[in-house]
């Protein structure tokens, strides 16, 4: 006799859906750190508007650079937070090709000029040699397959996924170039955000997604009006 499904299953399924990829992208960020830069060498043009105030040095204090980095954190998530709110509005105005647009230039970003810099680097450490010509292509390809699978074709779930985790080991990579101090604070401003933004009645996440989810109920209810119609 076939055993009933528990609400202990979904969640234990749904719990190992989060932490494989996690996990999955925090290895591979390790692998690339262990290779690219094993002296945790920072770099202040990398991530320039995570420490577009304060530059870390390490002669400073212990309370300039906690100062320091809380400034950083600060404009860092006014801008993003900013841009979230800016999206929402193109949302609610309904300028959807604009959002596909900036969805798209971002993703072209990751896939082909910050994925290629991964690549050119890994190259010259394990000393192969690929011309330019076929590396653009390769570059190109890749990207184009990721920008429509993520965005506008249907593709095999695990295409997708893998295109997501990807984009998460390189954010997670570039972070690892911003000093010390800052990214341990922005990482608690990061959380503390994400929280506000989800949970507050006006925060712009959970405004977007309401804004979503009423212009589904009501796509639904006009699909539904029709078919009675009928």
Known sequence: MARTRSVLDDLGEEITGI?????ICMALVVVLVKALNPEGATDSNTVYIAQIAYHEKDSDSAGQKLGGALLNAVIFMAVIAGMTFVLFLLFKWGC???IYAY???AMLNIFFFLTGALV???LRLIGLHVDLVSLTLLLFNFSVVGILSLFFMPVPLFLKQCYTVWVGICVAYI???IPEWTSW??????ALYDLAAVLMPGGPLKCTATACWRRFWLSWQWSANRS???
């Open 103 to 105: 969805m798209g230039f």
């Open 185 to 190: 604070v922005l990482l608690v401003i990061m």
């Open 120 to 122: 050119i680097q890994l």
């Open 175 to 177: 972070f690892t170039h």
């Open 19 to 23: 932490v494989a990829p996690v996990s």
């Open 96 to 98: 959807y090709r604009v």
């Open 228 to 230: 009675c119609q009928h």
